[in-house]
């Protein structure tokens, strides 16, 4: 079973929304139940919103976060309610983007973990950055398991139909 002990979201009959200031702090974790294998978590949101910091006009987006654990798991209910946390601040779409996958490396330490954002069009341009980042120390065979694990999840859930 998994020790839940640590987790201050899921379960616990009341949820805080904060709108406007997105913080690691918000992200719970818990222990990877298949640690040392090189997995991929994939986690979508197809809701995402923010602001324009300078308009201060709503951006509407999806974001997918993928990533190979090294110990911890993020924990889904605290990752939507940091992500929701994004709706009324104003950021660019870029930096929305890394701020997320930053902030999910502190908390997680991942062995590896890509952050894309996917934003609906204004002014008739999309914007779709993609933050990667590799765990600290990782040594090269262990990133070729990874880019292989990455590489067949991309194929199996990323593909139509």
């Known amino acids: 079973m998994t020790d839940t002990s640590g987790l201050s979201h899921l379960g616990s009959g009341s949820t805080r929304y904060a709108y406007d200031s997105p913080s ?3 992200l719970d974790v818990f222990p990877d139940p298949h640690p040392g294998a090189a997995y991929v978590i ?3 949101c197809f809701e995402f919103t923010s602001l324009c910091p300078v308009t201060g006009q709503p951006d509407y987006g999806r974001i997918w976060i ?4 090294d110990g911890v798991c993020v924990e889904s209910k605290s990752l939507k309610l940091y992500l929701v946390s994004y709706r009324n601040h104003g950021t660019f779409h870029e930096a929305c983007v890394n701020t997320i996958a930053d902030d999910l490396v502190s908390r997680l330490e991942p062995r590896y973990l ?3 954002g996917d934003f609906s069009a204004r ?6 950055p993609m933050a990667i980042r590799w765990g600290a ?3 090269l065979e262990a ?3 990874v880019d292989s694990a990455v590489a ?3 194929r199996l859930a990323r593909s139509p139909g």
């Open 24 to 26: 690691p702090e918000i």
């Open 42 to 44: 994939g986690l979508d």
């Open 66 to 69: 993928d990533y190979v654990p």
């Open 114 to 116: 890509r952050v894309f």
């Open 123 to 128: 002014g008739g341009i999309a914007i779709r």
């Open 137 to 139: 120390g990782i040594a």
């Open 143 to 145: 990133r070729s398991e």
């Open 152 to 154: 067949t999840y991309d």
